[in-house]
């Protein structure tokens, strides 16, 4: 039986914290958020300059990647996807997101920073939408994308990338909401 069990609760959790941040494998970057607004009722859009990190910018390659977002003082960080097209980030170093406003979540206190407040964020996770599988577009005329709730903010991605939806015959995104107050992006 390990010494920890028999240490009181508190000291153990303490323990337990400082022994996760030590081993903690991210590499955090610091990020001032440039824009939090209203995308839909519970859902905002968030902006966060990444405009000083460079290299963090750059490995957005593909629509449909993600990152873990930590806000000042959060327990834990929230996985996000990144809802702005890879040339974004490069032509103006900016990630958007968009997320919902779940009570009691580390996505609740993002959404009420204000512009100027510092978040950090992981490296840029995941491999993305791999859309060389969709082309030449001539070949795969079909492509359907499905998405609900915040889950449209990976597919913004990529009808934002661009995939030559133009030369397909047949692009359709099927986007699930409770209602419309709770649909983004709308025109
Ligand atoms: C790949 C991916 C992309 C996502 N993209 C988006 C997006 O674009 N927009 C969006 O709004 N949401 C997105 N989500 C969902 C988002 O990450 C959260 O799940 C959501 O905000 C709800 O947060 P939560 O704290 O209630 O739940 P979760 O973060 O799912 O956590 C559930 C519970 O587990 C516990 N917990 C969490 N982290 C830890 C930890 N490290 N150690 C111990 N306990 C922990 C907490 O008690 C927490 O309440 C994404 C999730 C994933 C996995």
Request: hydrophobic residues 45%; positive net charge; aromatic residues 8%.
């Amino acid at each position: 039986m390990s010494t920890i069990r028999f240490l009181a609760p508190v000291l153990r959790r303490r323990l337990s914290t400082a022994c996760a941040s030590l081993l903690d494998p991210v590499p955090w970057t610091q990020a001032p958020v440039s824009r939090v607004s209203p995308a839909a009722e519970s859902l905002f859009h968030v902006s966060v300059d990444v405009s000083h990190a460079p290299r963090l910018a750059s490995s957005h390659t593909r629509a449909g990647q993600y990152l873990q977002l930590r806000t000042p003082g959060a327990v834990w960080p929230t996985f996000l996807a990144i809802a702005s097209p890879p040339a974004r980030a490069a032509a103006e170093g900016v990630f958007e997101f968009l997320v919902a406003s779940v009570p009691g979540s580390t996505a609740e206190r993002l959404c009420r920073l204000k512009r100027g407040d510092l978040v950090e964020l992981s490296a840029v996770m995941g491999e993305g939408f791999d859309i060389d599988q969709i082309e030449p577009p001539e070949d795969y005329p079909t492509v359907l994308m499905f998405a609900t709730g915040s889950g449209i903010s990976p597919i913004r991605s990529l009808v934002e990338s661009r995939f030559d939806a133009a030369r397909r015959s047949d692009v359709r995104l099927y986007y699930g909401a409770m209602n419309f107050r709770r649909m983004a992006y709308q025109v």
